[in-house]
């Protein structure tokens, strides 16, 4: 099995339905899901609205290539095209962060809308 730590975030004036909405997808598609608590960034370019943000790990027999397929397809099926995109507004942002263990997107691993969410998924697994 691999195991992937995904970030899911959405800015839209819908966005506690678009979160609400993602992560029970997400909980029926992968196997031993854990999912940190969902809490509210600011934009990172400093402009767009806040986003509301939550960080999963999950487990999968699917490839990464096949994870991330679904997942861009995911944000497509909630609405995310570009022309939202260059307008600020996401409807629903989900990536690929670390796969078994490595940083595939190191500028999102950096980020506070991921780290916040792992140091929750960490701290809560020393409890």
Same mark, same amino acid.
């Given at each position: ?48 609205? !806040?986003? %509301?943000?939550?960080?999963? @790990? #999950?487990?999968?027999?699917?490839? &990464?290539?096949?994870? =991330?397929?679904?997942?861009? *397809? ?7 095209? !570009?022309? %939202?995109?260059?307008?600020? @507004? #996401?409807?629903?942002?989900?990536? &690929?962060?670390?796969? =078994?263990?490595?940083?595939? *997107? ?22």
């Amino acid at each position: 099995m691999n195991v992937a730590v995904l970030s899911l975030g959405s800015n839209s004036s819908d966005k506690e339905l678009q979160m609400k909405n993602a992560i029970k997808q997400t909980t029926q598609i992968f196997d031993n899901v854990v999912v940190s608590e969902i809490y509210e960034e600011p934009a990172h370019n400093g402009i767009d609205a !806040p986003y %509301l943000n939550t960080v999963m @790990v #999950v487990s999968t027999a699917m490839t &990464i290539d096949e994870v =991330n397929l679904l997942l861009k *397809r995911w944000e497509i099926e909630c609405g995310r095209t !570009p022309e %939202l995109k260059q307008n600020g @507004v #996401v409807p629903i942002d989900l990536d &690929i962060v670390m796969w =078994n263990r490595e940083v595939v *997107r190191p500028v999102d691993y950096s980020r506070s809308y991921v780290s916040k969410g792992i140091a929750q998924l960490l701290a809560d697994l020393v409890k």
